[in-house]
């Protein structure tokens, strides 16, 4: 007879909200997710993990420029990971319909119970909301699971820039990709941007 305890694990929670200030414990746990994740070298950028006050001061930073929403995710109602919707400014009206995916990332000890797809549905159905036509995006070759992941999401690559970013004292393509997730709102004047924040489910 073995002496293994089998136990039940209960399913992980997952939510996705999007954030105009994060108050008690939620910075300091969106800062550990954000350096658990660049120490494991998925630095969407960074190459060098920063201290707490840099990254703080970087997501302060974040939720103060008017065209950059927040979102963020909780694997049992910690923060684990966050994308950035972009959209383009007031005075790029040929490009009004295109808003851009920017920095996901999920924690590495929170990866594989979806977190990063909700991240990309709810920043996805936040576009149709604010009247966007399509979504770009970029990304290093070698970001597997999020290349991965995009695609499963139906982004479609469109290029390639050999010359995308350094790492390591290697030089690293990077790819391109867009994906329409409203066809009527590529033809259609966009209201001037409405900076209001838009939340869903109960809230
Ligand atoms: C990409 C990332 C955000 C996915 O987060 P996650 O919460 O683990 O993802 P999910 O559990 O929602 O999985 C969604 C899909 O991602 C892809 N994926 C996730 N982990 C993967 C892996 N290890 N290998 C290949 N594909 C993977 C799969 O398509 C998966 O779909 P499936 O579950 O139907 O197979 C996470 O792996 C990460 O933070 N990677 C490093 C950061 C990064 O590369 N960012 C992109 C550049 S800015």
Redesign the pocket.
């Given at each position: 007879m073995s002496n293994a305890l089998q136990r039940e694990l209960p399913e992980a929670v997952v939510t996705v909200e999007i954030v105009d200030a994060l108050e008690g414990g939620d910075m300091n746990d969106l800062c550990d997710a954000t350096r658990a994740?660049i120490d494991?070298n998925?630095g969407?950028?960074w190459l060098v993990t920063p201290g707490h006050d840099r990254l703080e001061r970087y997501w302060q930073g974040v939720l103060v420029v008017p065209e950059r929403s927040l979102l963020v995710?909780r694997l049992d109602g910690v923060i684990c990971?966050a994308v950035q919707l972009v959209e383009p400014t007031r005075h790029n009206e040929a490009q009004s319909f295109a808003a851009t995916l920017?920095?996901?990332?999920?924690?590495?000890w929170?990866?594989?119970?979806?977190?990063?797809?909700?991240?990309v549905e709810m920043a996805e159905k936040l576009a149709v909301e604010r009247g966007f036509g399509t979504l770009n995006?970029d990304?290093?070759e070698n970001?597997?699971?999020?290349i991965?992941?995009y695609?499963?999401l139906g982004f479609t690559r469109w290029g390639t820039n050999p010359h995308y970013a350094r790492v390591d004292g290697k030089v690293l393509a990077g790819h391109y990709y867009s994906k329409v997730v409203n066809i009527a709102a590529l033809s259609e004047e966009r209201d001037a941007p409405n900076l209001q924040r838009v939340i869903f489910g109960d809230g």
């Open positions: 994740a494991e998925a969407f950028g995710a990971g920017l920095a996901i990332f999920v924690a590495p929170a990866r594989g119970h979806g977190a990063g797809r909700s991240m995006l990304i290093r970001q597997l699971s999020a991965s992941l695609e499963s």
